[in-house]
Nanobody
């Protein structure tokens, strides 16, 4: 069964950093672009960062310059390094393929930015 498991969330002070990880089954990781998505309370889920199989990246304007997505193909893992965190970055963060597939949504990992 294919699974995506996110980890690394927690409580962070404004201006702080956090790195999220997503471990993926090899069967989907090797043939798909991957993305990090987030959903804040009362808002729709949005794509914040994406990385192609070859490593090309793109970002939502709200996180550009602060977040960095990367993938380790050998470990079937995709990362999201978040810096200069703001309270508005508070959300549940998910990874999925890009574009996303319903069957791959996991539990996500909560990131709360607060003092």
């Amino acid at each position: 069964q294919v699974q995506l498991v996110e980890s690394g969330g927690g409580l962070v002070q404004p201006g702080g950093s956090r790195r999220l990880s997503c471990a993926a089954s090899g069967s989907i990781f090797s043939i798909n672009a991957m993305g990090w998505y987030r959903q804040a309370p009362g808002k729709q889920r949005e794509l914040v960062a994406a990385v192609t199989i070859g490593g090309s990246t793109n970002y939502a304007s709200s996180v550009k310059g602060r977040f960095t997505i990367s993938r380790d193909n050998a470990k079937n893992t995709v990362y999201l390094q978040m810096t200069s965190l703001k309270p508005e970055d508070t959300a549940v963060y998910y990874c999925n393929t890009n574009p996303p597939r319903r069957m791959y949504w996991g539990q996500g990992t909560q990131v709360t930015v607060s003092s």
